[in-house]
Structure formats: structure tokens, C-alpha cells
């Protein structure tokens, strides 16, 4: 069993930054595909960006790639997620997942993932 708990959501101007972060608990990360999405008011949830169980993978939605940036640290059983160019339609609830022995979708989508974080809201407006 692993529990994720995000942070670092709120509202910013677009053109912000923002880091949101992760935090595990109940196992270790080292077997684990770690996968961020988020769902905006009246739209499907949607992968935002991937990192494989080595890190030598990442993997970011053509909306976000660029802008965004994936890391993750075994050692403290966290992920980031650093967003950078903040845009309106970035506005949305973003959530941290992990899959054991999962793979990231070139498209950034953690295929099947086994655990979810409860969400953390980001709102970019003016």
C-alpha cells in the first residue's frame, strides 16, 4: 500500500511558475513508474508528464513539453513536478501517480497506475 500526498498548488499569473510536489509513504519508489495528470472543470483527466522506475525516462504532453519538468527522489519517497510559462488552460487539479512496474506513454501517461493522491488545485489567472 502506498499513500501520496500533494502540495504546492494555488493560484498564480500566467507566465508563474509553481512546484508541486508529492510525497509517499508505505513503500519504497524505486519499483515505481511516477506519473502527474490533472483534470480541469468539464474535461477528462489527462496525463501531464512521466518519469520511469530509473529516471532515465520522462515523458511530457505536447501541451506542457517545454514548460514543464519531472524529477523524483527514491531517497526522500518524493516527486516534483516544476511548471514553469504558466498558462490559463493549465488551470486544472493535479494529481500524483504511482504504478509498480508501470510504463510512461510517450504521450506522458503513466499507463494503469496502482495508487492516487487526493489532487491539488492550480489555478493560473490574472
Known amino acids: 500500500q502506498v499513500q501520496l500526498v500533494e502540495s504546492g498548488g494555488g493560484l498564480v499569473q500566467p507566465g508563474g511558475s509553481l512546484r508541486l510536489s508529492c510525497q509517499a509513504s508505505g513503500s519504497t519508489l524505486g519499483n515505481y513508474a511516477i506519473g502527474w495528470f490533472r483534470q480541469a472543470p468539464g474535461k477528462e483527466r489527462e496525463g501531464v508528464s512521466c518519469?520511469?522506475?530509473?529516471?532515465?525516462?520522462?515523458y511530457f504532453a505536447e501541451s506542457v513539453k517545454g514548460r514543464f519538468t519531472i524529477a523524483r527522489d527514491n531517497a526522500k519517497s518524493t516527486a516534483f513536478l516544476e511548471m514553469n510559462s504558466l498558462k490559463p488552460e493549465d488551470t486544472a487539479v493535479y494529481y500524483c501517480?504511482?504504478?509498480?512496474?508501470?510504463?510512461?506513454?510517450?504521450?506522458?501517461?503513466?499507463?494503469?497506475?496502482?495508487?492516487w493522491g487526493q489532487g491539488t488545485q492550480v489555478t493560473v489567472s490574472s
Open positions: 518519469v520511469s522506475r530509473s529516471g532515465r525516462g520522462t
Open positions: 501517480a504511482v504504478g509498480f512496474f508501470k510504463s510512461c506513454s510517450p504521450s506522458g501517461a503513466l499507463g494503469s497506475p496502482d495508487y
